[in-house]
């Protein structure tokens, strides 16, 4: 599912260029990145209930269910 609907999508694409459809238009963020993700697992996975995004080492971010 990952391999699928996220590495294949994501990877090697410049975000702002190549993914902004996907993004409506929003700011890259890390945060607007993890709300993108979950919409597109959502669906496939429904019982996600958090999703962390490690940008660097002390640069994270985490979408949870509840934060939806």
Not at 9 to 32: G, I, P, Y
């Amino acid at each position: 599912i990952i391999k699928k609907y996220i590495l294949d999508v994501f990877d090697h694409k410049h975000l702002n260029l190549d993914l902004k459809t996907l993004f409506n238009n929003k700011t890259t963020t890390s945060e607007n990145t993890l709300q993108v993700i979950w919409n597109i697992l959502k669906p496939e996975l429904p019982i996600l209930n958090k999703l962390i995004f490690y940008e660097a080492e002390n640069s994270v971010s985490e979408l949870k269910r509840e934060d939806i």
